[in-house]
C-alpha cells in the first residue's frame, strides 16, 4: 500500500463512504482506479471516526485509517 498512497488519499477524498451498521462510527470508502498491480480494480480503506478530549477539555477529532487494501472487483 505504501506505492499507493496517493491513490488512498484519492478514495478518503472523492469514493464511495458506507457506513458499517454494527459499528456506526466506522465507514469503508471504496474508489475504482485504473491501473493499479495485480488486476486489482479498487482500493477499499476503512476508517474510523472518534473523539477524544483536549487539553483545553474540548472534544477534538481523533480519525484514522485502521487499514487499506487493494481489492480486485467486478
Given at each position: 500500500?505504501?506505492?499507493?498512497?496517493?491513490e488512498l488519499r484519492e478514495t478518503i477524498?472523492?469514493?464511495?463512504?458506507?457506513?458499517?451498521?454494527?459499528?456506526?462510527?466506522?465507514?469503508?470508502?471504496?474508489?475504482?482506479?485504473?491501473?493499479?498491480?495485480?488486476?486489482?480494480?479498487?482500493?477499499?480503506?476503512?476508517?474510523?471516526?472518534?473523539?477524544?478530549?483536549?487539553?483545553?477539555?474540548?472534544?477534538?477529532?481523533?480519525?484514522?485509517?485502521?487499514?487499506?487494501?487493494?481489492?480486485?472487483?467486478?
Amino acid at each position: 500500500m505504501a506505492a499507493c498512497e496517493a491513490e488512498l488519499r484519492e478514495t478518503i477524498r472523492v469514493g464511495t463512504r458506507r457506513q458499517d451498521p454494527l459499528s456506526p462510527q466506522k465507514y469503508r470508502y471504496f474508489l475504482r482506479i485504473a491501473d493499479l498491480p495485480e488486476d486489482n480494480t479498487h482500493v477499499e480503506a476503512v476508517v474510523l471516526f472518534r473523539f477524544a478530549e483536549g487539553t483545553d477539555g474540548d472534544l477534538a477529532a481523533n480519525n484514522y485509517i485502521v487499514t487499506a487494501y487493494l481489492k480486485q472487483l467486478r
